[in-house]
């Protein structure tokens, strides 16, 4: 017959593989999904970026504008407006371009502190469970 101090030893290393089992799925579960989740936030700017672009050329598209007897009504701005018009209409693209990237940037390196806090994290208690 076992001693009570082989029983607790031996309900503490049940417990310590219960725990170490559900350590071990979280790691599975959080390398999984972390670069699904980064792939489906990097699809989901480049969709954005597309409608974007998509909305740019319907806007110069409605530009036109047609009177009761279907004709075109030329533009009452001058070809001066016009440009500065399409310049400023170019400096928002170019800022929004660069704001996604600052943003994508940001994404990326949150994940990456993310992950090596999580690293951190299972070390600490590995090593908790190893003692």
Known sequence: MASNQELRTIELEKEIA?????????????????????????????????????????????????????????TQGTTIELEQLRASAMQARADMKMELNTLITDVKIGAMQERADIKARLQVLEDRYKR
């Open 18 to 74: 219960v725990d170490k089992g559900k350590g071990d799925l979280v790691e599975k579960l959080v390398f999984i999904l972390f670069p699904v989740c980064v792939s489906a936030i990097g699809w989901l700017l480049t969709q954005v970026n597309d409608l974007s672009d998509k909305v740019t050329v319907l806007e110069n598209k409605v530009a036109i504008v047609v009177n009761a007897e279907n004709k075109a009504i030329p």
